[in-house]
Nanobody, 125 residues
Framework: QVQVVESGGGLVQSGGSLRLSCAAS????????MGWFRQAPGKEREFVAA????????HYAESVKGRFTISGDGAEKTVYLQMSSLKPEDTAVYYC??????????????????WGQGTQVTVSS
């Protein structure tokens, strides 16, 4: 089994920055991809960014390109999400996710097997 734990959420003013961290533990030897999703009140969970270790490939949602940066360590199975130029519409619960199988569509939440409990990010205007 794999456990995923996020940290680093909080309250920030519009235009500010925040960094989220995520670590996977347990049977992480086959972790293929780790990513970030977010869910605002009354909205569906949406893809933010993902990192595919084996392909050394990064994926971003259009809404965060140029503002958010995903990074991580494949050996440690950790990922980070550096968020800059934050906007009130970025307010959401941010979830870290991991999959231990090949993922064809990293932007779909069904592609992931393990999820963290979520961390709240609130951007004030």
């Amino acid at each position: 089994q794999v456990q995923v734990v996020e940290s680093g959420g909080g309250l920030v003013q519009s235009g500010g920055s925040l960094r989220l961290s995520c670590a996977a533990s347990g049977r992480t030897g086959n972790i293929y991809i780790m990513g970030w999703f977010r869910q605002a009140p009354g909205k569906e969970r949406e893809f933010v960014a993902a990192m595919r270790w084996s392909l050394n490939k990064l994926h971003y949602a259009e809404s965060v390109k140029g503002r958010f940066t995903i990074s991580g360590d494949g050996a440690e199975k950790t990922v980070y999400l550096q968020m800059s130029s934050l906007k009130p519409e970025d307010t959401a619960v941010y979830y870290c996710a991991a999959a231990d199988r090949a993922v064809v569509m990293p932007a779909l939440h069904h592609s992931y097997d393990y999820w963290g409990q979520g961390t709240q990010v609130t951007v004030s205007s």
